[in-house]
């Protein structure tokens, strides 16, 4: 089942794995699955919970899934990148809830990051992560010419 309209009500932020447009992202989508069920250890809260990733966030390691026997659920968790079981609380899980829920955690971190700038000045995805490359190093940018 296509999320792109679900998806695309989170901003340019997150990739949609579902979507045309994922194939333009360098991240492997099935290694974040692959990761999700290397990570959830037995005393993590979705031990053996089902679930189907729909997108990532572009700007750090955030995953946005949907509970396959709750449809109507989602959680964001954030991954360590490990590639081994965790203990305590990793992955994180920054957001569950259902699609309004999501939508309010990532308004509430949008006003924090809003509010946080100095001379009230948006931040534009400042104060989160640098963009990842496939290996979740931070991207480079390219070098600047000369003006």
Same mark, same amino acid.
Request: charge should be negative; hydrophobic fraction near 35%.
């Given at each position: 089942m296509?999320?792109?309209? /679900?998806? $695309?009500? +989170?901003?340019?932020d997150?990739?949609?794995?579902?979507a045309?447009r994922a194939?333009d992202?360098d %991240?492997d989508h099935?290694?974040l699955?692959?990761?999700?069920s290397t990570? /959830?250890?037995p $005393?993590h809260?979705f031990f053996?919970?089902a +679930? =189907? /990733?729909?997108?990532?966030? %572009?700007t750090?390691?955030d995953? +946005?899934?949907?509970?396959?026997?709750t449809p109507?659920r989602?959680s964001?968790?954030h %991954?360590?990148w490990?590639?081994? =079981?965790e203990?305590?609380?990793c992955?994180?899980i920054d957001a569950?809830?259902?699609?309004?829920?999501?939508?309010a955690?990532?308004?509430?971190?949008?006003?924090? %990051?809003s509010?946080?700038a100095?001379? !009230?000045a948006a +931040?534009?995805?400042e104060?989160?992560k640098p963009e990842q490359?496939p290996? !979740?190093q931070p991207?480079e940018?390219?070098?600047?010419?000369?003006?």
């Amino acid at each position: 089942m296509k999320e792109t309209s /679900v998806v $695309a009500e +989170l901003g340019d932020d997150w990739c949609d794995v579902t979507a045309d447009r994922a194939e333009d992202c360098d %991240l492997d989508h099935l290694a974040l699955a692959a990761e999700i069920s290397t990570e /959830v250890h037995p $005393a993590h809260p979705f031990f053996g919970t089902a +679930l =189907e /990733v729909i997108a990532h966030r %572009l700007t750090n390691d955030d995953v +946005l899934c949907r509970h396959r026997a709750t449809p109507s659920r989602y959680s964001i968790l954030h %991954l360590t990148w490990s590639h081994r =079981e965790e203990i305590g609380g990793c992955p994180t899980i920054d957001a569950d809830g259902e699609w309004r829920h999501i939508i309010a955690y990532e308004n509430a971190v949008d006003a924090a %990051l809003s509010e946080s700038a100095p001379n !009230g000045a948006a +931040l534009s995805g400042e104060g989160r992560k640098p963009e990842q490359g496939p290996t !979740g190093q931070p991207r480079e940018e390219a070098p600047r010419r000369p003006s």
